[in-house]
């Protein structure tokens, strides 16, 4: 066990709890439960974006996945960062002033129907869920690495802080551990990029013509085609990419934090910049990694390359640099796991039990013991999943759950604020054929899949020869939401139309 890691570890925790706990006292209504009673600054939700944002995937999956894949790696930092422009320019503002708490309350703005609050909301609980996972295995292998703790344990604990985080201190205390987490990993960040660029003398040429040698991959390793032989392949993952982050819940979420939509746009635009640095510097930590850890020691950690981060800061800095890079790692983790577990809760308490089954009569209290029964349920369903796929890469898991957004959720919010046409059926046969279809196409693909035996979960034959689903679900999302409007026979409502046209854009009637 690393003694000074582990101390740096308890020091995150102890930080987060007196967060928690401070936040809880102002955690009363479900307003400041879901939206911190849409009290945070521009800049300090553009900071929360980016700690929500900057995940394990981000921090530990990348730099592995360019360490050991070379320039298929950094496909994931140029899509994470691309995606925000969607984010930017279509959805934003017209889900601040659409919305309320949830992704499901702007289509329910037009669409005044429980079926469709309902299927957003089960598409909330499945993209969060998704998305766990990926964080869980980041986490269980982190600790296992450091502490020595088995994996099984490691997740378990990271599960039941994320809990308690959600459970008793909301929105506040979640934006709070995200504002804090994003400073950490961006100083971490740095301090590793600097000192990896200090060893090629400052110099990008000399990196790049160093690398051709240090990788088992040779020349290959700036070229594309090493991880994706198909570029089927690559296109899909990187339309999953830049159209998912405008369909991910614990993100559209975030938006209901601020006062207005200005304010809205202000933070996506902090977020963008301290994203854009941010994903920059991965090509750094993957290429330090592939140079100073080495192809075999980073396996040897992870066979999914998750650890390289950790071992590059180890191989630069030493036992101190490794534990402050291991346990901002951790932090990363823990709050985004926290926004997940909100998001996902707030989807269950909010549109399913207070709108569906309370048909809105349901009581302040009622609704906040709802929110937190639903945040430890969603933890638990979560923890279970994340045991089988611990031999996953962290970054790829997430592309899967954002090619599962871009298909279930970016069609119908893309809809419901610019086609006048577009009714109740078009939306719900949009969401779901979105979100059944790419859970099927990942299902059935080498994900899932292999001939060898410990490849993946199953043994046999892929149906479903593509990686990410994306190529075809996300047209499919888009196909199914048109038919469902067209072979309909209700008509839309073309005076809502023209109401929450004008709403969305300009926040007129918000309430």
Known sequence: MNGLAFFLFLVIVALTLVITYYASKRTKTTSEFYTADSSLTGWQNGLAIAGDYMSAASFLGIAGMIALAGFDGFFYSIGFLVAYLVVLYIVAEPLRNLGKYTMADMIAARFDDKKVRGVAALNTIAISTFYMIAQLVGAGGLIKLLLGIDYIYSVLIVGILMTVYVVFGGMTATSWVQIIKAVLLMIGTFIISLIVFGKFDFSIAKMFHQLKTATPLGDAFLTPGNKFKNPLDTISLNLALVLGTAGLPHILIRFFTVKDAPTARKSVVYATWIIGIFYVLTIFLGFGAAAFVGHDKIIAADPAGNMAAPLLAEALGGDFLFAFVAAVAFATI?????????????????????????????????QMLAARWASIGVSVLSILLALFAQKMNVAFLVSLAFAVAASANLPTIVFTIFWRRFNTTGAITGMLVGLISALLLVFFSPNVWSPEPGAAIFVGEPLFKLSNPGIISIPLGFIGAIIGTLVSAKKADEKKFTEILVKANTGIGRV
Do not use: C, M, N, P
């Open 334 to 366: 823990l709050a985004v796991v926290a926004g997940l577990v909100l998001s996902a809760a707030s989807a269950f308490a909010h549109d399913f039990y207070s709108h569906i089954i309370r048909r809105g009569q349901a009581t302040e209290k009622e």
